[in-house]
């Protein structure tokens, strides 16, 4: 279905709800730029860091398009867990999961007080965005305790630029590519309101740092377009 959700006046800030969950699929691919790219580099990576046997957790999963992509991909023998506290979400994972006969785990879990046994490969796609500052730390060393040696966390988020005049750029870059989706500016205004607050994006230098301050031995970008960076943090 498509996404014609801020067509209309908003009432409430932004809400993984029954409305949204409904036209998600469609919403992510046209809001976020080279959403095939991340998820395909997501797969890449997670795979590569994948033992026999191992375990993926995909953090923020919503219809599990990302695990999905993996499931398809994968040779040896895995566990694939996915975590949203969404029902609206989760019922659409269910569904895709069981057309595709695809053996995930779909588990409506707060991601910030799972408890997380010991996995190869976390993913969290345009999640931690959305976890206020101060608890996104301790996930993202909760992340860190629960992986292996050498295990990866693969996350993807909107950034920001502490450059003033850059960042504005960076917005305005963002709302042509919006536009370009077939979005109006009605929409894009209206839904700007609705993740105010909601959505609170940190710089790529500052996402690095948390994952260091966490505990990682390294991360880096694997894919930047204006405001959206997809980074890779590895724990030696
Ligand atoms: N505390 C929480 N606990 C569990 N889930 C949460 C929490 N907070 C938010 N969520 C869930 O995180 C997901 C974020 S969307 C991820 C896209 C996906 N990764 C994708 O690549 O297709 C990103 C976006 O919409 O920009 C939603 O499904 C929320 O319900
Ligand atoms: O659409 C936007 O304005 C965004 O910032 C990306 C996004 C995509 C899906 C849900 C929430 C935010």
């Known amino acids: 279905m498509n996404d014609k959700v801020f067509t209309k006046p908003i009432k409430k800030q932004f809400e993984f709800d029954e409305e949204v969950a409904a036209v998600f699929d469609d919403m992510l691919e046209r809001s976020v730029p080279f959403y095939k790219e991340a998820q395909k580099i997501t797969e890449f990576f997670a795979l590569k860091n994948l033992n026999e046997n191992g375990r993926i957790y995909d953090l923020g999963c919503s219809t599990a398009s990302t695990l999905l992509s ?58 931690l965005q959305f976890i206020r500052p101060l608890v996104r730390e301790e996930l993202v060393k909760k992340i860190a305790v629960s992986l292996k040696k050498e295990g990866v966390f693969i996350f993807s988020e909107k950034v920001i630029s502490h450059h003033p005049k850059l960042n504005k750029e960076l917005i305005e870059c963002y709302y042509d590519f919006k536009k370009e989706q077939g979005y109006s500016e009605y929409e894009i205004m209206q839904k700007r309101e609705a993740l105010e607050n909601v959505l609170v994006p940190y710089s790529e230098e500052e996402n690095i740092k948390m994952a260091l301050n966490a505990g990682f031995s390294h991360c880096e970008v694997l894919l930047r377009w204006a405001n959206f960076a997809t980074f890779i943090a590895v724990k030696e």
């Open 70 to 127: 993996i499931h398809r991909k994968l040779s040896n023998k895995a566990e694939l867990i996915g975590l949203d506290n969404s029902e609206a979400m989760l019922t659409r994972a269910r569904k895709k999961c069981e057309a595709y006969g695809a053996d995930i785990e779909v588990c409506n879990a707060d991601i910030l007080s799972y408890d997380y046994k010991e996995a190869d490969v976390f993913i969290s796609n345009y999640t």
